[in-house]
């Protein structure tokens, strides 16, 4: 799990007071337990999969993490926690540290580990954390395009690809400032009736003669949103979606863990987790 002491270190560095109180306020006050669904490809047969590949491709994709009606946009910050724990020495049997930087690719991590290469591809959304500045920033358009591109090729050329982000009331998985009405609220309306990233998504899904093995998406009523579209175009990959609410740190410590879970094929501790 990751402590909330690590939250405090990188976030109470980088932004000022109002924007941590806004972070804090979802990742410690908000949080509570939430379960997951698990379809498609059962656990064993995956992980039988994947313990006999000589290598393992991994992206873990942090979607536009706005915090409406709040300013604060928290994904940049959530890489670092993520690469925190990636680059921490290895204690008891975790799999999800001791990686190394890539030397040619800042947003590749790699190790070695029980006669296997893992390769960790980690993408945020955001250009700053304040998503007014975003919403007027030239390089946000391409951080956005960017985040979802990796998204579209990861579902082919990866392995596992976890989402951790905003659903969208099923318009997601989102990379993008949220359309808003005039009071700054999320335009959730205009999400329902078919705007947004899915239906790209999906239509691209459904025609990948060889996709991944599984793809987790950490977000808000995910598995109502989205696990049956999915399930019934790619019947072979392992699902992982969120049946109900999930906040912040919620969405951040589970991924982390089933990720680990997953690459030690540790079925049964996952079940416990989800």
Known sequence: MVA??????????????????????????????AAATISGNSCENTTSYLQKKAKINITYIIGY???????????????NVVIYHLTQKCIDNNVLCGFERDKKDAYLFNKQWNGKKI???????SVSEDDEENRNHPFQSWMSQRAKKEF????????ILFYNGH??????????????????????????????????ILNYFKKIKKPLSVLGLFSCNATQHFEKDLSTKQKNVMLITAPHLIYFKEALDKSILAMDYLL????????KLL
């Open 4 to 33: 909330p002491k690590i939250y405090k270190v990188i976030y109470w560095k980088n932004i000022s007071k109002a924007m941590c109180f806004a972070l804090l306020m979802f990742i410690q006050t908000l949080s509570f337990m």
């Open 65 to 79: 993490k706005d915090a409406r009606p709040a300013r604060f946009v928290g994904d940049r910050y959530e890489r």
């Open 119 to 125: 390769n960790l591809r980690i993408i945020h959304s």
């Open 152 to 159: 579209l090729l990861s579902l082919q050329q990866a392995d």
């Open 167 to 200: 659903s969208r009331a099923g318009g997601g998985p989102d990379f993008s400032p949220p359309i808003i009405k005039k009071d700054n609220q999320v335009d959730f309306a205009k999400y329902k009736n078919g705007y947004g990233s899915f239906s790209l």
């Open 264 to 271: 030690r094929s540790d079925c049964a501790s996952l079940s």
